[in-house]
């Protein structure tokens, strides 16, 4: 089955909280409004990697919790240490398909349950496959979208940053100087100009 339409391709460059990375891996589900929740592999430059996922109400970390290290799994709660999280939600997750080097730890199953779990310390996600004994445990995340930029974006920030930060230096030496009253016009014209420049990067990246 082919997969949906989602933020961001397989091998796409893409800023994590302003860290370079690259999509090396997608797996997909669909929801039961049958919306995508896309899961992205992601490398860093040393090779480390991080699984974001994307949903339509937003995007996450998970974090997979190691084989010794699992929540205990007790009814409608798990323990971590002698914090507890309940049961705040259940997904049920219909695979579509994989590409590249998927994010491990889903068992390869037509259908998961993926139960959200609420602490004070944040959220957890315990994902079943149904007739299996299978369990995969992940730290949840959720993420600001003006921090999951592709690297067009980025590069689009960066630039309005660099005229902003050039524009300020202009305007800073000309004030020094002691210029004429042209010039003091001039400099309070570049200050306008700014915060407009940032702006109208920031719109270009969030929509």
């Known amino acids: 089955m082919p997969l949906k339409p989602s933020r961001f391709a397989l091998d796409e460059e893409i800023s994590l ?18 919306e995508p929740v896309t899961r992205y592999q992601l490398a860093e430059a040393s090779g480390a990697t991080q699984i ?22 007790a009814g409608n709660t798990l ?8 049961l705040a939600r259940l997904r049920k997750l219909k695979a579509l398909g994989a ?61 309005a940053e660099r005229l902003a930060a050039e524009q300020h230096g202009r305007a800073a030496a000309e004030s020094g100087a002691g210029a004429g009253a042209a010039a003091s016009s001039m400099g309070k014209a570049l200050l306008w100009i700014v915060p407009i420049l940032i702006l109208l990067g920031l719109a270009y990246a969030f929509t």
């Open 99 to 159: 590409e590249g080097r998927p994010p491990a730890g889903a068992p390869g199953a037509p259908l998961l349950l993926s139960g959200v779990f609420q602490g004070s310390m944040g959220a957890l996600v315990r994902e079943i496959a149904p007739g299996t004994p299978v369990q995969t445990f992940f730290s949840f995340k959720p993420l600001p979208r003006e921090e999951v930029l592709s690297g067009a974006q980025r590069a689009t920030l960066a630039e």
């Open 79 to 86: 323990t971590v240490v002698e914090e507890k999280y309940t």
């Open 52 to 73: 974001l996922e994307e949903r339509a109400d937003g995007f996450a970390l998970l974090r997979q919790f190691l084989p010794a290290a699992q929540p205990v799994a």
């Open 17 to 34: 909280s302003g860290k370079p990375l690259r999509v090396i891996g997608r797996l997909q589900f669909e929801d039961a409004d049958g």
